[in-house]
């Protein structure tokens, strides 16, 4: 059975106070369009400050996950995102006008519930959900953290926690159905020690803590004229230590919520991986860190995945969509430097185009001439200049218009191109072309192997 994609039905608005701010926040969910993925917009800044749920955009990850994206932040993502997960969405704004999100009670639960207000409708592309068909294993030896997912016929995760206290030792919880995140998972909320508040209180890093949004574990003796200061600073009539070992700001909802809490971290941390997919995650005490090193090698695998499976079918004998005198026509560039001979195919975000690598290239007179091998920078040029068609294909005369790099970003190079090699390049906008701004993500072939990939932005300007 084909699944769809999903977005939400309506806009629904969320308020509250950033944790490390102390700042009022206003969150809004909104419905977004098909393949447009699940997107952050800080309103503060402009109408166009898009930060993408990228693993890529980690930048930080002490006690909470941070994105970036163009030098625009957003931190504390993960139980926002969590309960998009938990609701199976694909395509969504998060307009926010605070570089965080608020914390709330610190769980998922008020953003699932607002997402369940919002109404979840199916749109109309399908979803491709990716089956992890091999183990694939994170390990910390210096803290003994491990994840692995292993396959599964459906998405699942278990998590163990050990922080090796009287207070909090060994804890285990499940997440066996998604269906079931809203009611086992969604509510538990995160959890601090005691001498980790009083770090971040004589930091003033958390400038919106009111004792309200963690569970708080007394891990060593404290008198209660130290409790009547914190009751002080937080404004409680009276703070004591209960028999759980935790402070009795809250009563917890389940003997096991914190490792149900870890669960909501990590689902969080795993939406962005950009893609859904299907696996059994194993986790042995996870932490935003390890959670972000993982979904980066999730992500890679399923790169790998759909790159080997999205191999360009090159046909020597069919005619080419633009030959080389086509090309002459859109691009500036001329020998040395004209770089694609052909382009096989393309539509409104993709692009593929073919470059045969002869030994009369100009540049192995001097790339190492008794081993020739194609410098990775014209791999990398070559690959542009197949965007750069697709680009100026937006445009009614591209003649009279230039691209230019604005960054090149994650370029790998995997297997060397040498004479006789055909190297087909494949290209596809990461996001549509806006003010003359194209993002592409670009894979080089030889046969079936991938060569080369990287992310390139250029701007389209006038000449």
Excluded: W
Excluded at 54 to 65: A, C, Q
Excluded at 246 to 270: F, Q, S, T, V, W
């Amino acid at each position: 059975m084909v699944e769809n994609q999903k977005t939400i039905k309506n806009p629904v608005t969320v308020a509250g106070i950033g944790l490390h701010t102390g700042e009022n926040i206003n969150l809004k969910f909104k419905p977004s369009t098909e393949n447009s993925g699940i997107r952050f917009l800080r309103t503060d800044i402009n109408d166009d400050a898009f930060i993408s749920a990228d693993v890529y955009n980690v930048v930080n990850t002490n006690r909470s996950t941070t994105l970036e994206e163009n030098g625009i932040r957003i931190a504390t993502v993960e139980h926002v995102l969590a309960a998009v997960s938990g609701f199976e969405l694909d395509n969504i704004i998060i307009e926010v006008d605070s570089p965080e999100i608020p914390i709330l009670d610190g769980s998922s639960k008020p953003f699932a519930e607002a997402l369940e207000q919002a109404g979840i409708v199916e749109q109309d592309a399908p979803r491709e959900v990716i089956d992890i068909t091999e183990p694939i294993r994170f390990f910390n030896q210096n803290n003994n953290t491990e994840i692995i997912a292993l396959p599964s016929d459906r998405y699942r995760i278990s998590c163990m926690i050990d922080f090796n206290t009287k207070v909090l030792n060994t804890q285990n919880a499940s997440l066996n159905n998604i269906s079931d995140f809203k009611h086992e998972i969604a509510p538990s909320r995160t959890f601090v020690f005691l001498h980790e508040l009083e770090h971040l209180l004589e930091n003033n890093l958390i400038k919106g803590g009111d004792l309200s949004n963690a569970i708080v574990f007394v891990n060593k003796n404290v008198d209660q004229s130290y409790l009547d200061k914190l009751a002080s600073l937080f404004n409680k009539p009276k703070i004591k230590v209960k028999d759980e070992g935790i402070l009795n700001n809250l009563d917890l909802y389940y003997h096991n919520e914190p490792a149900r809490h870890k669960i909501i971290d990590i689902l969080g941390d795993m939406t962005l991986v950009g893609k859904p997919f299907r696996a059994q995650i194993i986790a042995n005490k996870p932490g935003h860190s390890a959670n972000i090193e993982f979904a980066r090698k999730i992500k890679e695998y399923i790169k790998n995945k759909l790159a080997t499976k999205d191999v360009p079918v090159y046909d020597p004998n069919a005619k080419a969509l633009y030959d080389i005198n086509d090309i002459k026509k859109t691009l500036p560039h001329r020998y040395p430097f004209l770089l694609v001979d052909k382009i096989i195919e393309m539509s409104k975000d993709h692009v593929v185009g073919v470059k045969n690598v002869t030994m009369n290239e100009s540049f192995f007179q001097g790339h190492f001439p008794k081993e020739p091998i194609m410098p990775g920078v014209l791999q990398i040029e070559a690959m542009a200049q197949t965007g750069g068609i697709l680009s100026l294909s937006n445009v009614d005369d591209p003649e009279n218009y230039n691209t230019y790099f604005l960054k090149i970003d994650k370029v790998r190079f995997k297997k060397k191109v040498v004479p006789g090699d055909t190297l087909i390049f494949k290209l596809y906008l990461l996001a549509p072309i806006r003010r003359g701004i194209c993002h592409m993500h670009g894979v080089a072939y030889v046969g079936n192997n991938i060569v080369t990939e990287a992310e390139l932005m250029a701007q389209i300007a006038k000449k």
